[in-house]
Nanobody, 118 residues
Framework: QVQLVESGGGLVQAGGSLRLSCEAS????????MGWFRQAPGKEREFVAS???????AYADSVKGRFTISRDNVKNTVNLQMNSLKPEDTAVYSC????????????WGQGTQVTVSS
């Protein structure tokens, strides 16, 4: 069974940093695309960043230059380094997996809360 467990969320002041991690199991991690999404209260879930099996990355315009996604194929983890955080970044952040040859993310973690105070 696919299991994704996020960690690293918390409360920070605007301008601060957090590093989120997601540990994956039950999936062929090395051949999967991993992504981070977030959802704020009253808002729809939005794409944040992704990284393919070969390390290609993509970012939402709202976080580009501030967030960095990375993966560790030994630890089966995907990370999200978040710098220069803004109150608008406040949301529940979830990681997701898209298997090789798939066109959508099919498995999701429970999420970790990130709160940025002004």
């Amino acid at each position: 069974q696919v299991q994704l467990v996020e960690s690293g969320g918390g409360l920070v002041q605007a301008g601060g940093s957090l590093r989120l991690s997601c540990e994956a199991s039950g999936v062929t991690f090395v051949s999967s695309t991993m992504g981070w999404f977030r959802q704020a209260p009253g808002k729809e879930r939005e794409f944040v960043a992704s990284i393919t099996a070969d390390g290609l990355t993509a970012y939402a315009d709202s976080v580009k230059g501030r967030f960095t996604i990375s993966r560790d194929n030994v630890k089966n983890t995907v990370n999200l380094q978040m710098n220069s955080l803004k109150p608008e970044d406040t949301a529940v952040y979830s990681c997701a997996v898209k298997r090789i040859f798939a066109y959508s993310y099919a498995h999701w973690g429970q999420g970790t809360q990130v709160t940025v105070s002004s």
